[in-house]
């Protein structure tokens, strides 16, 4: 547990001194301070740049274990240029990830150019041999096989990647839900039945830096942007598949924000709109509509998100499965709360 503790702390200490470097920074030159948008929950200008010191945190300290010790991120027997192939292909998607929102972040790109770049990182990924291999069963030559990988992983990074960016509404909401997912999987990954170390160490070091960033953006004094959102929500999904088993871990501690992500998609398409434009029909902004305080919206999510995962990591399949209709339930059950107290009010969704 050692490397854990000092993977995660020295994550924790890098991310807290450029966090608070880059707000300086931010305020100073008035760059990443971007224009208050009819969707957002806040009411004055804060940096965007959480995301930069927390990808920045990461990959050095990432950078640094490569270095000196680099049998604790040992993840396949194949290596690339000598670094193993699964983390190179996490370090190159996510500098290609990274270097797209950085730019968003500073001055808005269209959805687009971000989704193309998503599906860039998520092919870097997968032709590093990070795949699903179950999926091999069902395919009646490798070729097919890699075809189904490589579309599932596309697939499912985008989809995770959104699906936290989209949670991003409300401070300490993103950050925090992402903790404990990266929790649940390390937990997982250290049980006995599972002993992966090289998960656990980055799942750790990704919390640490997302610690500090919480720090202050529970202050108001920060937000994460597209660069920190997306960057948490491309190691979650990677985590979840680099080493099997933790895709249906992963998706249970997020069903509830997986489940809005759904209903807002659905519901743009009958719109006839892009399931890729912002807009403020989120569960988050049904809650604060109702009259919920943020803080209770953001400890709603934590319980759910941190009971799901206790779930996860006390059942097999089966029990999965069953949390999955319960977080279906209650996702049903706020959505029709909702259009049932809009319809009282005389308003219209």
């Not at 770049?117 to 070729?143: D, E, F, H, R, S």
């Not at 950050?175 to 799942?203: D, E, H, K, W």
């Not at 108001?220 to 959102?229: E, I, P, Q, R």
């Amino acid at each position: 547990m050692t490397p854990l503790y000092l993977a995660a702390g020295a994550g924790f200490i890098l991310s807290l001194i450029l966090t608070s470097f880059l707000i300086k920074f931010s305020w100073r030159t008035g760059k990443f301070l971007p224009e208050i948008r009819p969707r957002d929950v806040h009411k004055t200008r804060v940096p965007r740049v959480g995301g930069v010191a927390m990808v920045a945190a990461f990959l050095v300290v990432t950078l640094v274990i490569l270095l000196f010790w680099p049998d604790l991120l040992h993840f396949s027997s194949k290596k690339i240029l000598g670094i193993d192939r699964n983390l190179l292909g996490l370090i190159l998607g996510l500098v290609v990830l990274s270097a797209v929102n950085l730019v968003d972040d500073l001055r808005s790109l269209s959805w687009r150019k971000k989704l193309a770049t998503q599906i860039v990182a998520a092919v870097i990924v997968a032709l590093c041999g990070i795949k699903i291999l179950w999926l091999g069963q069902y395919a009646a030559t490798p070729l097919l096989a890699s075809v189904y990988s490589l579309t599932f992983v596309a697939v499912w990074l985008v989809f995770v990647g959104n699906v936290v960016n989209w949670l991003d509404s409300i401070n300490g909401l993103a950050g925090g839900v992402s903790v404990i997912t990266l929790g649940i999987v390390m937990f997982l990954s250290l049980s006995l039945r599972s002993s992966q170390q090289p998960v656990a160490l980055v799942a750790a070091v990704t919390i640490g830096v997302t610690l500090a960033f919480l720090i202050f953006n529970l202050r108001g004094k920060v937000f994460m942007g597209d660069t920190g959102s997306f960057f948490l929500g491309f190691v979650i999904g990677v985590l979840a598949i680099i080493s099997g088993g933790k895709v249906a871990t992963a998706g249970l501690v997020l069903a509830i924000p997986f489940l809005d992500a759904m209903v807002v998609v659905i519901t743009r398409l009958i719109n006839r709109q892009s399931p890729f434009l912002p807009d403020n029909k989120h569960l988050t902004h049904r809650l604060i509509n109702l009259g919920w305080p943020r803080w209770m919206i953001v400890g709603f999510y934590y319980m759910l998100s941190l009971s799901f995962g206790l779930v996860a990591l006390n059942t097999q399949m089966s029990g999965k499965l069953q949390a999955t209709l319960v977080a279906a339930l209650i996702m049903a059950t706020l959505v029709v709360g909702y259009n049932v107290a809009l319809r009282r009010r005389g308003c219209k969704y």
